[in-house]
């Protein structure tokens, strides 16, 4: 199976991606996580975690906080990895590198399987979801995030506008090709992987998972980023939370 595009150890990609989320005003801070927090609930207490593209750490380490036993985190990137282990003091984290399609674990190891932003990454995303099913014991629980298929629809990825640069409407086509799309994100040829809400939803349900909760995230209350108000008038990201 070949392995995901590793975009996050090109220097100039890694660079603008770590200012951004140090700065804290990015659609990750101001949408994504609270919406991923939301449906984890308060306490984690006593469970064995699993963080799929855990980036810098900062899921694992909030996790810890919130009573989780033991995290580990897994990333593609040795940029991520090299990062999330300097900003860590807990030996009951732990990080590995493996990409999804690569990755080799104990059956029935964890409570609990968290993904931001990663899958949208994957080009096999049922075989990526079977793999979660079986890592996770009975009763377990897989939340993730993407960004939404009408956002990935187009490679593109922007607004159109009038000449004056003001945002019109967001555009949506090619909705049912699903699979590759080369983007522009700090750098030429970032490689993401499109594909329907019916699709992730059927992989999951296809894998013996039980939906939950599905959010459609929208900005927090007083985000920072002066681009609140135009994020709701079109879903950037899609978090799903299902259970075995």
């Not at 931001?116 to 629980?141: F, N, T």
Request: with cysteine; hydrophobic share 40%.
């Amino acid at each position: 199976m070949p392995e995901s595009q590793n975009i996050y150890d090109d220097p100039v990609f890694f660079a603008g991606y770590k200012n951004l989320r140090d700065e804290g005003s990015g659609l990750n801070d101001n949408l994504e996580q609270p919406a991923l927090w939301s449906l984890l609930g308060g306490s984690l207490q006593g469970l064995s975690i699993l963080d799929l593209g855990c980036g810098f750490g900062g899921f694992a380490r909030k996790a810890r906080a919130l009573g989780a036993d033991a995290v580990l985190g897994i990333d593609l990137s040795d940029n991520m990895l090299a990062e999330a282990r300097k900003r860590t003091d807990d030996t009951r984290i732990d990080y590995r590198r493996s990409s999804m399609e690569e990755l080799a674990l104990e059956p029935q190891a964890f409570d609990l399987v968290v993904s931001s932003l990663m899958l949208h990454y994957v080009k096999d995303y049922e075989g990526a979801v079977q793999k979660i099913a079986r890592y996770l014991r009975p009763g377990g629980r897989f939340v993730f995030s993407v960004e939404h298929p009408m956002f990935t629809a187009r490679a593109e990825q922007d607004w159109i506008r009038a000449e004056d640069g003001t945002p019109l409407y967001w555009p949506v086509d090619n909705y049912r090709e699903e699979g590759e799309r080369r983007v522009r994100w700090f750098v030429e040829e970032v490689v993401k992987y499109h594909r329907t809400m019916e699709t992730y939803v059927n992989g999951l349900i296809a894998s013996g998972f039980t939906l939950q909760r599905l959010l459609e995230a929208e900005p927090v209350t007083a985000a920072k980023s002066p681009q609140a108000d135009l994020e709701r008038r079109r879903p950037p990201f899609l978090l799903i939370a299902s259970a075995r």
